[in-house]
Structures are given as C-alpha cells and as structure tokens.
C-alpha cells in the first residue's frame, strides 16, 4: 500500500474508478479492495476533492455505503423482530410475587444462625472449614 503515496495524480483517478466499480459488483473482492481505497483516500484526499470530476465518484461511493449501511440495518432489525416480539404481539409481563411473612420469618432465624456460627467462629477462632 507504499505504492499508493507515489501514484500521479492521473494514476490516483483510475485507481478510484477502479475500485469504485469493484466495490459496485459486490463480490468477494469487496474484501480486498476495501484496504486499498481507504489508503487511497486518506494518502490523496486533498486532491481527489479538489478536482470537480471526482465529486461524481465521491457521490456514487457515498450512495453505495448508505444502501449498504440500510440493508445491514434492516437485516439485523428483521433478525430482531424474527427472534423477538413481533409488530403486532403483545407481551406478557412477568410479575414477581413477595414471599408470605410465615416464609420471611424462617428466612430471618437462618440469618440469626449464621450469625451465631460467625461469633463462635470468632470467639474459638476456629472455622467448620
């Protein structure tokens, strides 16, 4: 990609249209290409965006990133309306129910327990581990 930095500014158009038309097919060259046309923007946007002409490629670029940004965002968007909850279900809340005060009460003498463990533990200084 040191090769970019030393193309002329003719060379830097056609390498441009160049990727530009490989990223329109689509394929698994996509891939590949995609490495090349960031170097190539970031080592000569200054003069890419000072010719006029190259506003037509810039724009076509701009389009197929913003058709491609949508079809990702609607596939994963489907994706979640296929696994989740549709358009039009309802859904069912979970309710939590508080235990009885009989259940609580149990609850409170194993607390008392092991706090009682504890302060024999502490006074014998040694551990039922």
Same mark, same amino acid.
């Given at each position: 990609?040191?090769?970019?930095?030393?193309?002329?500014?003719?060379?830097i158009f056609?390498?441009?249209?160049?990727?530009i038309s @490989?990223?329109q097919?689509r &394929?698994?060259?996509?891939?590949?290409?995609?490495?090349?046309?960031?170097?190539l923007l970031?080592?000569h946007?200054?003069?890419i965006?000072?010719?006029e002409s190259s506003?037509?490629?810039?724009?076509?670029l701009y389009?197929?990133i913003?058709?491609q940004l949508?079809s990702n965002l609607?596939?994963?968007?489907?994706g979640?309306?296929?696994?989740?909850?549709g358009e039009f279900d309802t @859904?069912?809340? @979970?309710?939590?129910?508080?235990?009885?005060e &009989?259940?609580?009460e &149990?609850?409170?003498?194993a607390?008392?327990?092991d706090?009682?463990?504890e302060?024999?533990?502490?006074?014998?200084?040694?551990?039922?581990?």
């Amino acid at each position: 990609m040191n090769s970019i930095s030393l193309l002329n500014p003719a060379d830097i158009f056609k390498l441009l249209d160049s990727l530009i038309s @490989v990223i329109q097919s689509r &394929g698994a060259v996509v891939v590949c290409a995609l490495p090349w046309l960031r170097s190539l923007l970031l080592q000569h946007a200054s003069r890419i965006v000072s010719q006029e002409s190259s506003l037509v490629v810039l724009n076509s670029l701009y389009r197929l990133i913003a058709l491609q940004l949508a079809s990702n965002l609607d596939f994963i968007f489907a994706g979640i309306t296929d696994d989740g909850v549709g358009e039009f279900d309802t @859904v069912t809340p @979970v309710i939590y129910k508080d235990k009885d005060e &009989g259940e609580e009460e &149990g609850s409170e003498d194993a607390m008392e327990t092991d706090q009682e463990d504890e302060e024999r533990e502490d006074s014998s200084g040694v551990s039922d581990n």
